[in-house]
């Protein structure tokens, strides 16, 4: 470990000093900060508000607004704790008064609060304002402690920051901490934006941003230095972005040629027509692929639209050009899948067998199959390998990998993609997601990618239709469910989690399996499946749901990549409110795969307006985009594609779906900049590169010299 020598930080970075030498942080609430994400002076300088307060002129309690969300302040007249005989909850109420008005504050559940609400205390509160039976009040609103003496410059009668906290950090301790980071750091804060580009729009400088971003003078200010850091921060991000692009696609790479009574051969060898997208997607694939620089390009399509054959269109072309190709998916399950499905295309006579010679690498191919096969990947006695992450593995080594298409690029990161990259010499890339990305998003994540699009469902598939029900009816949809199955179909049930647990009172997927088999189902097959299996395991039930020999399916989310089994037409998800929309849009894919219509069943409380405006959102529509658009405004992209979305990660501040207007200017003067200096090697050009290095490693690894 470095060790800091506080005394001579001047010399040092923000990012070099420890939070620890912070006035009153110490060893001890360093380790609550890092709960945080905070570690250093940077970190916490960085660290911004999740909203405001405007406290510069509180609304006296006689004046407040009832069914709106507003700030308080009030003296304690006095507080009490019961339990409510009705849910056996611990109540709190306490009482504020403020210009003769009363209100009444109640929590539940949290018995320690007691120890702060002492009588004659002020406290400020911020929550919806009820009327009950005649009485103000606001149910678990958040809560503020104020010593008047102490610091009420920070806390009242001006717009106040309310921080993101962790347990044993309060909103006064944090605000004042800040404070005194800023008096004591401020004149450190390194402005990075060139100066001409902050001429050019009128941006603050650094130093002005950080300090209205934590104690804005006014709203307008707040909104200036917001703009200032998220345009600096989509602008390096962008140029990463483009001079990656640019360093990959100035390579030699292969070039694939395929001539028109070839891709002619191939669209006629199936047993449908292929729709209009994928025609056109395979006639931008094929003009990329016969390129001799590299391809990097992402497939976008919603479940269903038939993203697999415009795949293996790219490795036929590669076969046919002497070269080997890769599809690595993220689970086992996935890639059997894809192994089957390629293999059945050969088998039936749509592929020739010598178009493709197909092999499947897992973690469940070992010992001897594993050597034999690592020696016919070497030789070049394969063409196509399917996989998982075991593609990836030291002893895989290929003769000639020219084509690499990673599936489900969600649930991999930038790192994986250019690890399975570095088994060819520059081969050409495409990534396919079955995740709608507005097209914003699109730009600003994969600003270095061409995009292909399959905006269209093959034709003659059913419907599915959505229904919605509350907790309190689910005997009523296993009903349904039941209803179903005498039908003949096959069903899923999806559960957020496996196994039950203290702390989430959920329904789980292994005791409602157990449930099922005893009790409701007990006249059906019933199976479970979950990731913790072991692949052989996995397959086993898969398989055997495939050939009908399980009508009903328990299933946590494995299900929601991809899975392909025409027949089941119904889907029952409970705790549905557990679930981001996009997962529910995923799942919701697995059924209605083949002609006749599906069914899906969502069982859910949803107890914020949150949820129950996604859920309906949800039932409503079944266009993946829509959806999509829909989530991402609402929880914002960071929820929406989980965290380890690439990209997401990178951009801390700015938000690509609030900020179009900065992100378009900033992308521009990205583009100004990564077109004419690539590599940033140009004199005038150095500081941003090494900023870009620092910022983003992966982006600009083998571009210029470090
Ligand atoms: P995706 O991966 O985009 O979700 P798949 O590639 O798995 O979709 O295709 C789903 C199903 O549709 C597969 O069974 C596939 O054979 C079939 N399919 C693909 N293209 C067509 C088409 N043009 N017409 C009819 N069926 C198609
Ligand atoms: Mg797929």
Redesign the pocket.
């Known amino acids: 470990m470095n060790s800091i020598n506080p005394i001579n930080f001047k010399s040092r970075t923000l990012s070099d000093i420890s939070i620890q030498f912070v006035k009153g942080v110490g060893p001890a609430r360093k380790k609550l900060f890092e709960r945080l994400g905070v570690a250093t002076v940077e970190d916490l300088l960085y660290l911004f508000p999740r909203r405001y307060e405007d406290r510069r002129d509180l609304v006296p309690i006689p004046k407040l607004k009832v069914g709106e969300f507003q700030t308080v302040t009030g003296k304690i007249l006095g507080s009490a704790s019961r339990r409510s005989w009705y849910t056996k909850k611990h109540v709190l109420e306490v009482v504020l008064e403020d210009d003769g008005g009363h209100l009444a504050c109640t929590w539940f559940n949290q018995p320690y609060l007691l120890n702060y609400f002492k009588e004659g205390r002020h406290a400020v509160c911020y929550g919806k304002v009820d009327m009950y039976k005649n009485r103000l009040q606001m149910i678990s609103p958040e809560w503020e402690i104020i010593e008047e003496k102490e610091d009420a410059q920070l806390n009242l009668g001006r717009i106040v920051p309310i921080y993101p906290l962790t347990q044993g950090i309060t909103q006064r301790f944090l605000r004042k901490t800040i404070h005194a980071c800023l008096e004591r750091y401020q004149n450190q804060l390194a402005d990075e934006l060139p100066v001409p580009l902050r001429n050019k729009y009128k941006l603050y400088n650094i130093k002005r941003s950080i300090r209205q971003v934590h104690f804005p003078d006014t709203f307008p200010d707040q909104e200036n230095a917001m703009k200032r850091i998220s345009f600096e921060e989509f602008y390096f991000f962008q140029i990463a972005v483009l001079a990656r692009r640019l360093s990959i696609t100035h390579q030699p790479g292969f070039a694939h040629t395929m001539t028109d009574t070839q891709v002619l051969k191939f669209s006629g060898g199936f047993p449908?027509?292929?729709?209009r997208a994928?025609k056109r997607v395979i006639q931008e694939i094929r003009q990329d692929m016969a390129k001799d620089t590299p391809m990097l390009r992402l497939l976008q399509?919603d479940?269903?639209?038939?993203?697999?054959?415009v795949a293996v269109f790219g490795c036929v072309a590669a076969a046919r050009n002497g070269f080997q190709s890769c599809v690595m998916a993220p689970t086992e399950i996935l890639a059997r899948q894809h192994y089957e499905?390629i293999t059945r295309m050969i088998e039936q006579g749509h592929l020739t067998p010598s178009d493709l010679r197909v092999a499947l690498l897992t973690s469940a191919v070992t010992g001897k199959e594993k050597e034999k096969l690592y020696g016919q990947i070497r030789s070049g006695a394969v063409d196509l390998v399917i996989g998982t992450h075991a593609l990836m593995g030291g002893g895989v080594a290929f003769k000639n990998l020219s084509f690499v298409v990673i599936d489900e690029q969600h649930k991999f990161g930038v790192r994986q993609r250019a690890l399975l990259a570095e088994k060819g010499d520059n081969p050409d890339i495409l990534i396919m997601t079955?995740t709608p990305i507005p097209r914003t998003l699109c730009i600003t994540l994969y600003g270095d990618m061409d995009l292909s699009v399959l905006d269209e469902l093959?034709p003659g598939r059913g419907t599915v239709k959505t229904r919605l029900f509350p907790q309190g009816r689910a005997g009523e949809v296993y009903a349904l469910v039941r209803e179903q199955l005498k039908a003949g179909r096959q069903a899923y049930v999806v559960y957020p989690i496996i196994e039950e647990s203290e702390k989430l009172d959920l329904k789980a997927a292994r005791t409602m399996f157990n449930h099922f088999k005893k009790e409701t189902f007990r006249d059906f097959r019933v199976g479970l499946i979950h990731g913790q299996l072991k692949p052989k395991e996995g397959q086993t039930i898969m398989e055997e749901f495939k050939n009908g020999k399980i009508d009903l399916l328990v299933a946590t989310t494995v299900l929601e990549v991809?899975i392909?089994v025409p027949a089941a037409g119904v889907m029952l998800i409970e705790h549905a409110e557990r679930f981001g929309l996009a997962q529910l849009h995923q799942l919701r894919g697995r059924i209605g795969?083949g002609k006749e219509d599906g069914l899906c069943l969502l069982v859910a409380d949803a107890e914020t307006d949150d949820s129950r405006q996604r859920l309906k959102a949800f039932v409503s529509t079944t266009d993946g985009f829509k959806i999509a658009q829909h989530d991402l405004e609402i929880r914002g992209p960071g929820r929406y594609f989980g965290r380890h979305q690439h990209g997401l990660n990178e951009l801390k501040v700015a938000n690509p779906f609030t900020q179009l207007d900065i992100l378009e200017l900033a992308r521009q003067e990205a583009a100004a900049l990564a077109g004419v200096d690539p590599k940033l090697e140009k004199e005038q050009n150095r500081r941003v590169g090494e900023i870009i290095r620092k910022r983003y490693p992966t982006y600009l690894a083998d571009a210029g010299a470090g």
Do not use: I
């Open positions: 449908f027509a292929l729709t994928q399509g479940v269903g639209s038939g993203k697999t054959l499905n079955a093959p991809g392909d795969r």
